[in-house]
T-cell receptor, first 112, second 109 residues
């Protein structure tokens, strides 16, 4: 069974540009989460989808971040326009019900 | 919301040594997970352990939910055990995980 897959694994963009990160959850997992780790700090929650609906987006830092989940399958996280402080590692996770969450390999975003 | 603290922040071991990593959480949890972040940045699931004890090879974990802590034991450590170990907890009123700041483990030959 395939795990959580994230694309791209690395992205380097200039300040002001737009970047879109993609996450494919484990098949059958209705719950999809985005987290990020910036500046070597702790990993922090961004938002939670249940199928295609946003259940909790309390961790989204500002309106430059937009997350979508098409048809309850894959999800995208768009940053527009990117700022230097957005650099970090963005993780996606999925779970069945409210149990063990499985994480993808992460996308390392560098904004220069 | 729930708070998660890990100790020690750093740990340096020689290959073959044993270690214990601790995770304290401030509220009742319905989810407690241990992860290993390897040198490539991947978060590898180690244990899903909201209560009780589990073992997987040289690793084992115990969560005492009533006392709000969890322990990760690493026995006969190997250089491949190096990396950052994260504990993450979820409470009953939210599905999100709250991560600790991690324990950075370095194992030298």
């Amino acid at each position: 069974e395939a795990g959580v897959t994230q694309f791209p694994s690395h992205s380097v963009i200039e300040k002001g540009q737009t970047v879109t990160l993609r996450c494919d959850p484990i098949s059958g997992h209705d719950n999809l989460y985005w987290y990020r780790r910036v500046m070597g700090k702790e990993i922090k929650f961004l938002l939670h989808f249940v199928k295609e609906s946003k259940q909790d987006e309390s961790g989204m830092p500002n309106n430059r971040f937009l997350a979508e989940r098409t048809g309850g399958t894959y999800s995208t996280l768009k940053v527009q326009p990117a700022e230097l402080e957005d650099s970090g590692v963005y993780f996606c996770a999925s779970s069945q019900a409210r149990f063990e969450a499985f994480f993808g390999q992460g996308t390392r975003l560098t904004v220069v | 919301g729930i708070q998660v603290e890990q100790s020690p922040p750093d740990l340096i071991l020689q290959e073959g040594a044993n270690s214990t990593l601790r995770c304290n959480f401030s509220d009742s949890v319905n989810n407690l997970q241990w992860f290993h972040q390897n040198p490539w940045g991947q978060l590898i699931n180690l244990f899903y352990i909201p209560s009780g004890t589990k073992q997987n090879g040289r690793l084992s974990a115990t969560t005492v939910a009533t006392e709000r802590y969890s322990l990760l034991y690493i026995s006969s450590s190997q250089t491949t055990d190096s990396g950052v170990y994260f504990c993450a907890a979820g409470s009953y009123n939210t599905d999100k995980l709250i991560f600790g700041t991690g324990t950075r483990l370095q194992v030298f030959p």
